[in-house]
């Protein structure tokens, strides 16, 4: 992430009331980056298979999970879960013999099939690791056993689970731990057929010491008591990334009558007061796209070493507790994790190439969500950042990785795709489709699409015919089928692509113009009712790098050093260490050692590691935080640091960097 440079002239030109007397309703130029990139390849039907994943050992064309069920063991001490995995199968295949099973980095001790009522032992082979896709289990069954059953344990390693000491928890008494599956790390807590391609109903029996409470992605009772021994079912199909398990000193706190929130004694309340409009985000969810079809929702508040914001296991949200800010200005978590019960878990990609439709369905839904609450404006302004995050990112990324539908080759390790493509110009391409057929229109296709394709896995050249059959078609002249092809299968976001305009976004640039050019802050009484997305948008604008007087004064006024807004922290820090301003840097070691959120905590490593002192800092304070990461966060933290280029740190600037003339203001309004 890095700070937009501006031109100077514009700076010393502009001021806040001359910005205010013209009116401010400027429409954002559409992000300069957001032209095609060059080089586009000529537009040709799709290579997308709609059958394959790369990234799983598994052969569903021939077997297929219909049911798993759990018996597990958690053991604290030894940081391993312990137990049986028991697969009931369909054999689609007549003449197969073999069950392939993807897993990583855990101990098989035995598999048995099942054939009447005896249970027999199978020969199996577990083949070398690859280093991202694990170890492929190749299990012999000659007889197509109906049942199958491996008793294994993981490995303290896991990559999929995180064990937390008490001193990583809010009651710093009791041990925690927790499971992140997607994207293929649920082979590494339980040998399954990790592919979004395969969906099974599950059941669990799940040991653990008497003082932890143990949750699953199923149906957890609020009631249930707290012995040790608890039993769950998840009755409708889902794909293995949405397994999840957690255990730990949880409570539980009511929302509404079907909603709720789980988390450590301490958080629990204050999560409840932050999310109290989640049974809201449900009916107006329900009033778009029809009935929430899970039961329950429930959202558990996981420890700040969480690696991501949030993750949409059915039934349990696991968040991050950075969104508790005590404003609810982050809720669009919420309504993100919330949203994905309908587009990813009913309506699933069928592997991780198609992650749009999952991720960027889910960040049109969300932005419905926050307008249908929060208004138009709210929603807006969350878009004009969406946006102008894509525009950076667009400057250096790979057009092979701006496609929405993603070759097989762009792809090795199922993380890699660009966040900018899956979620915003995701989103973007359905904000397109909704302006030229019209929300009614489009609102009615949605739903439609929801419940035609609910519990199924699909990949985005089904999405293409069912949109074209239904939506260009239906609806004649609107839509062309080049358009949507370009937005699909091209790099860059087509011309065609609706631009936001957002007036507060646009005073908020008002206010930045001003100030750089007269060192005069906006007037309190105009900040003073400003959310985060707008004090985001302020230090975002901000040139790369500021002169230490400026960012003082800055840090004066609006105390950003030390703010417990991890949103606000995430623009902030990084732009402090490319401007060498040291008076930030114990906050700096605090923040990085006190989150595990990747997205917060990468922008300010990243900035760290490009001067050799600040590489050295960041290496000191990995060395601490490290043991507090998951292991998702140490990796991605390790890579910057092996890849660093630093260059000798440079003096504090006295004067303001040299701007170059391709330097364009952010998109704002
Ligand atoms: N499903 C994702 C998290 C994810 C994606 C985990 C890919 C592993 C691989 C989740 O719904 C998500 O998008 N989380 C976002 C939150 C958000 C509001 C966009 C995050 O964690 O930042
Ligand atoms: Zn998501």
Redesign the pocket.
Known sequence: MHGFPMRQSNLLALSLAALLAAGCTRESATPETAAPAANPEPAAMPAVAAETDEHSYAQPDKVKTTDLALDLRIDFASKQIAGTATYTLDWLDKAATQLVLDTRDLTIDKIEGQTGAEWTPLQFALAPADNTLGSKLTIETPARHAKVRVTYKTSPQASGLQWLEPSMTAGKKTPFMFS?S??IHARSWVPLQDTPRVRFTYTAHVTAPENAMVLMSADNDPNAARDGDYTFTMPQKIPSYLLAIAAGDMVFEPISARAGVWAEPSMAKPAAAEFADTEKMMTTTETLYGPYRWGRYDILVLPPSFP?????NPRLTFA?PTVIVGDQSLV??IA??LA?SWS?NLVTFSSAKD?WL??GF??YV?NRIIESLYGKERADMENVIERNELAVEYKELDPKLQALALKPDALPDP?GSSSATV?TKGAWFLQFLEERFGRDNFDAFLRGYFDHYAFQSIATATFVDYAKANLLAKYPGKVTEAELEEWIYQPGVPASAPKVQSQRMGLVDAARLAWLGSHKLPLPAFTSKWTTQEWVHFVEGMPETLKLEQLKQLDDAYKFTGTANGEIAQRWYPLTVRSGYADARPAIGEFLQGIG?R?LIMPTYEALAATTDGLAFSKEIYAKAKPGYHPITSGSVEKVIAEAKPKPSPAPAATPAPVTDDAAPPASG
């Open positions: 992140q997607q994207q991501y914001g949030g993750m949409e991050t669009s978590l993100h994790e994905h990813g992650a999952n991720e889910t960040s969300e993380d979620y959120r997205k």
